[in-house]
DNA sequence: GCTTTACGGAAAGCCTGCTTGACACGAGGG
DNA sequence: CCCTCGTGTCAAGCAGGCTTTCCGTAAAGC
């Protein structure tokens, strides 16, 4: 699944450790969602749209790959 | 996770089954997010909230439970 | 009574989300 | 040179999402 995590957190000037930190996840967490390894629950979905004022749906192209 | 499935689903006029046809799950998956025994992923979720004609943050309520 | 529809839930199994711990690499600074 | 920082990735393990199959129950219609 295509998300922006990786190009909010750059523009937000944030480490993948620093991001992670933030929301209580895992650094590779972080990391394996922006490489698209695996998606991120609902949960932690809603944080990260949360954190970077945005809406699911805006972060996350549900309809890709 | 609470979420408003259930009262939409009903407002629609629809049984567990005729809206788990609809999205590709199982009756079993509707009735355990219904029921609050599971949640759903990121992916059904957004099916779930565009299927309303509802936002993601509309339709689940990540802060309870 | 019998059948159908709708719902709740259990069991087993598969795959995925997330964890910790570890290793490797490149870029930059002293 | 070395050290640190940021990143990518692997392995093992646990929890949770989802499936199929199955059983129980209650309501509604004939």
Not at 28 to 33: E, V
Request: net charge neutral; no cysteine.
């Amino acid at each position: 699944m295509r998300s922006a995590v990786r190009e909010l957190r750059q523009a937000n000037g944030l480490s993948q450790e620093a991001l992670a930190r933030a929301l209580g996840v895992s650094r590779q967490t972080i990391n394996a969602i922006e490489t698209g390894r695996y998606d991120p629950s609902l949960r932690l979905a809603v944080h990260l749209a949360r954190h970077f004022g945005r809406t699911v749906e805006e972060m996350f192209d549900v309809d890709t790959e």
